[in-house]
């Protein structure tokens, strides 16, 4: 083992939750260390090929060097790659689709605004929306988002525009505008991560290339923090990003702080000193890095004095439903609209957020979008009906009626996944990661039934426009389903430690200088995609952390 | 651990599901496969094949994965599968060069697990051709025939071993259906000819092809 390095603060992954630490702690005069475990690419890696980017292993390692055990509520017990976004500098910021909405003010209130809530652990942020207002705002300038806020009715309050003006979106977009107020709804502009100018440096403005979510932005166009935060904290010579390295565990001194992290890399293992630890390695492996350091002191886990990292895992409530424009069902004008090649659609609801008598009374945000435009994934899917295999000429039908008789639209739904006993993250007792370390089991068990109830009402409606809007052969494919990718809740902010691991500050109740600051500090996951939730939240908390560390 | 077989109950996936798959369960290496074979371990749908982002291999490999009796299968049984259709100008997958496809991806490290499927479900498709008409897959005359045979095939999904013919039959397509809609520069979809019959447009500036300076 080499001499340990010594850092003011480390922080454990470079998305959404630890890149702006480092730019806020770099750009105030402290050194910083970034420890990312996945390499870290350049744009000239960001290929738009189907095959290399999205079905080989590009974005997280394989299964044999890094599994997770998902137990379900049926007794299954899987290994799966399933709950890694990202393992790369950027995280899952660099191949993110970017719809970047804010929470409104009662997902801040979630246990006292809603109910009843019987059979779930919910408790409200210890902090409101007020408070994290300006911090979107932060986020929006400094990583740069788009929209145009003026369309949505039911948008929490802000202060001013978006910084830029929105992606020009598809020609049809004006037709669900006209077709959505027909049905008293208020479709708006998506806000998206994604830059509409360049910025005269390393980014560039979006060129449409119609590949974002799964793939790298060739352009740094989208607002991964790899295009964004991350060089911004490296320009003060105050950041150092290590990619390819592993944190294995949290170190602790007697006196009950910490004092660094221990990692491996290709040359072997490493301590690392610092005076803070920042945790933002996603809800799943924040919490697993957690319950690996264990010590004299904190037997069962750093901070887990009673029993609560892991606890309270929300993924998001994912539902989706599409249908198909035949462009001979249209007039010959709108045709040649449906034909038009723009890539995004940027069309979002939030008329049914709120949802009185279904479930809690909460639902939350649906948008419509293009199918995903990678012909191979569009193909497979055509390859069941059912549980019969489709090929030959029926493969040929298919294929031919799918992409040239007309435009698959996508409605996706995103809402609450409330926290129960029965969904959380443990050490797996058998599997092990390529180091030796016990994977994280992730148990989905029992989930509350509102989540459905919520979803299922956003599906309808979805599916209700998708008719009015001319589709046919609608299908709904998950109502009350998982989303992966968003995680949330291991690591909950909270004033109770009995019900919380970390303070409305974002350190461990019992320890005062290791932060979690990703998805895992969210005490909810709304309504809405939470990257952006995660990115406002680790500004507030490195402003805080940024003052104790001045104080001291 | 339960013992789902492998490809069991392969889900039609939408794209927020897809999204997931990407960075995820659909990065199911090969040999994320042999390995949770070599456990007995349920695993994910194996909607992929090979070993991260390699590029296509070109040199120093090793050669022919498939020996000659097995592409004298694999080529007739890829044309069932993805037949074309000539009035639309969409090649076939021989004609798309899917075999080629097929058999530079199988090169690919930690692919022998699929491939080793695949060469048994070549051989099983030998032997119900025997049974039926005497004679070698490749070699039967009559569409129908071929037809029926493969048909056989997907609807068998009992265990020999490890190998089931349904679930064979499938990773065969998922590849394939790689090879056919892929972009060229893999090898497949020769000179972009399924993207122009199915009127799927090329993907703009970062194709492989653009950033390692080859042809579009």
Known sequence: ???????????????????????????????????????????????????????????????????????????????????????????????????????????????????????????????????????????????????????????????????????????????????????????????????????????????????????????????????????????????????????????????????????????????????????????????????????????????NRHGQVGQNLCLSTLGQVTGFLQYDRFSPEMQEVLRNSAPFLGRALQDRYEAPGVGIGKGGTFHLLWSHPNPIHAAEQLTRDGGRLVYGEELTRRLSHRFRDGRELEVECFSEWLPTPDCHVTLDPDATDRFGLPAARITVGRRHPSDKAGSQVLVDEGARLLGALGATEITTHSVGGETWVLQHGTCRMGTDPRTSVTTPQGNLHDVENVYVTCGGALPSSGGVPSTFTIMANAFRVADGLLARLKKT | MTATPPFANLPAVKRRTFLAAGVGAAALSAGTWAWLRSRGYPVDPPLSVGGGPERPPTAGLPSAPYPAPALATLGPLLDVLLPGDSALGLPSAREAGVLEFLTSASRAPGLTPIRNDILKLARFLDQQAQGLAGVRFGQLSDPAQQARVVAEAAADASPRGRFIPAQALEVTLRLALEGYLGHPFHGGNRDGKVWQALAIPMPMDRSPAHVHGGHE
């Open chain 1, 1 to 303: 083992m080499s001499a340990p390095e010594r850092f003011d603060v480390v922080i454990v992954g470079s998305g959404a939750g630890g890149a702006p630490v480092a730019q806020v702690l770099a750009q105030a005069g402290v050194r910083v260390l970034v420890l990312e475990k996945g390499p870290r690419h350049g744009v000239q890696d960001f290929l738009h090929d189907e095959i290399s980017i999205c079905r080989r292993n590009f974005w997280v390692p394989p299964l044999e060097d890094d599994p997770h055990v998902v137990a379900r509520e049926d007794g299954s017990i899987t290994q799966t790659t399933a709950g890694w976004i990202a393992q790369c500098v950027g995280g899952g910021t660099v191949h993110m689709s970017g719809f970047f909405f804010r929470l409104h003010p009662n997902d801040f209130r979630l246990a006292s605004a809603y109910g009843p809530m019987d059979g779930s652990t919910a408790i409200d942020w210890p902090f409101g929306y007020e408070t994290l207002a300006p911090y979107y705002e932060r986020v929006e300038r400094e990583v740069g988002v788009s929209g145009d806020v003026s369309k949505n009715p039911f948008a929490p309050p802000r202060s001013g525009p978006f910084p830029y003006l929105p992606v020009v979106n598809h020609p049809f977009a004006s037709h669900i505008d006209k077709v959505g107020a027909e049905l008293g709804l208020h479709p708006f502009p998506t806000p998206r991560a994604i830059i509409t100018q360049g910025d005269g440096h390393d980014r560039g403005a979006c060129v449409y290339c119609s590949l974002c979510g799964s793939y790298g932005c060739e352009v740094n166009a989208k607002s991964s923090t790899l295009a964004s935060l991350i060089p911004k904290a490296e320009a003060t010579g105050n950041c150092v990003v290590k990619p390819g390295c592993m944190v294995k565990r949290v170190l602790m001194r007697t006196d009950g702080r910490a004092s660094g992290v221990e990692y491996v890399d290709d040359t072997g293992v490493h301590t690392v000193e610092a005076d803070v630890v920042v945790v933002a390695a996603t809800a799943i492996e924040s919490a697993r890095l957690l319950l690996l350091s264990t010590s004299q002191g904190h037997p069962a886990g750093l901070g």
